[in-house]
């Protein structure tokens, strides 16, 4: 079992810098981290990931260029920087953990390849 903590959300209006963080209770060299983002009466997103002993990281089209997804390896702890916020950044972001197993790069953008979640932070955009 792995248990994640988000924490980092808040209101910030449009423009403005935000990061989360995902504490993992304990993390592995063959881990994945992804951050997805789930707005009112949308489907859970894909945003960010990476992988947890290669810096290999891939981001959706919507974020790229705003969002950096990052780890800190003693810290146990992934990233999302998240620059240049938009109105329509705003949602419950969820880090989760996929922790064994071969995966294709689009797969990554399923929830369904991770297995482990956090409990999620909220994070609102004012314009």
């Known amino acids: 079992q792995v248990q994640l903590v988000e924490s980092g959300g808040g209101l910030v209006q449009a423009g403005d810098s935000l990061r989360l963080s995902c504490a993992a209770s304990r993390t592995s060299s063959n881990y994945i981290m992804g951050w997805f983002r789930q707005a009112p009466g949308k489907e859970r997103e894909f945003v960010a990931s990476i992988t947890w002993s290669g810096d290999n990281t891939y981001y959706a089209d919507s974020v790229k260029g705003r969002f950096t997804i990052s780890r800190d390896n003693a810290k146990n702890t992934g990233y999302l920087q998240m620059n240049s916020l938009k109105r329509e950044d705003t949602a419950i972001y969820y880090c989760?953990?996929?922790?064994?197993?071969?995966?294709?790069?689009?797969?990554?953008?399923?929830?369904?390849?991770?297995?482990?979640w956090g409990q999620g932070t909220q994070v609102t955009v004012s314009s």
């Open positions: 989760a953990v996929r922790s064994s197993g071969t995966i294709y790069l689009f797969q990554l953008r399923s929830s369904r390849s991770y297995d482990y």
